[in-house]
């Protein structure tokens, strides 16, 4: 049972334009949410994260959006550069359940074009 | 460099063959954590430790998986009997607990290759 859903694996977006990745989950106990950024031979980079009690939390470029009656959130990369191109990953854990491990989505590759 | 090492960064081996892999954790952190990864999956959780107790494995983790972190410090994750679907990349990841909020860092990763 994928607990955590990426549904589109792969996305194309012109250099400078917004990238979206999208990500879906069904366990409501999830509290804290995660994207990762991995290329190729490496392990996974930490993006940007949020909590349950917020909707929105913003890095530089990188905007998480959480809507917990839909149960999904999304990743906003803006504007898009060519070294964005990688694989993205969301992650959720269920913190105030004393669950620390985190559950994966299975990935959505970005490529930026230039 | 002070992020997550592991070692070896890959491994083949030949089925029924046992392989260990260590992992070095960022210095401060008392959580640690192992997972494997195959090819167009994520990360899937196998076990973590705090400190040097080990306090969840997964159902993933059958017999021939064992892991240990003897002194709180690193921690090195054995396979018994490889198989061939014991061919994935493992990932250690470590992370500190600050006001109740945690962020993971991973190492690079150990592919294993079983034969």
């Known amino acids: 049972d994928q607990q955590v859903k990426q549904n589109s694996p792969s996305l194309s977006v012109q250099e400078g334009r917004i990238s979206i990745l999208n990500c879906d989950y069904t366990?409501?106990?999830?509290?804290?949410f995660l994207w990762y950024k991995k290329y190729p031979a490496e392990g996974p980079t930490f993006l940007i994260s949020i909590s349950s009690i917020k909707d929105k939390n913003e890095d530089g470029r990188f905007t998480v959006f959480l809507n917990k009656s839909a149960k999904h959130l999304s990743l906003h990369i803006v504007p898009s550069q060519p070294g964005d191109s990688a694989v993205y990953f969301c992650?959720?854990?269920?913190?105030?359940?004393?669950?620390?491990?985190?559950?994966f989505g299975t990935g959505t590759r970005l490529k930026v074009l230039a | 460099d002070t992020g997550v090492s592991q070692n070896p960064r890959h491994k083949i081996t030949k089925r029924g063959q046992n392989v260990t892999f260590r992992c070095d954790p960022i210095?401060?952190?008392?959580?640690l954590y192992w997972y494997r990864q195959t090819l167009g999956q994520g990360p899937e959780f196998l076990t973590y430790?705090?400190?040097?107790?080990?306090?969840?494995k997964s159902r993933l983790l059958s017999d021939r998986f064992s892991a240990e972190r003897p002194k709180g410090s690193f921690s090195t994750l054995e396979i018994q009997r490889t198989e061939q679907g014991d061919s994935a990349m493992y990932l250690c990841a470590s992370s500190l607990v600050v006001a109740g909020k945690e962020t993971q860092y991973f190492g690079p990763g150990t592919r294993l290759l079983v034969l």
């Open positions: 430790f705090q400190n040097e107790a080990q306090l969840e």
């Open positions: 366990n409501s106990m999830f509290d804290y």
């Open positions: 992650a959720a854990s269920a913190v105030s359940s004393g669950t620390y491990k985190y559950i």
């Open positions: 210095s401060e952190h008392n959580r």
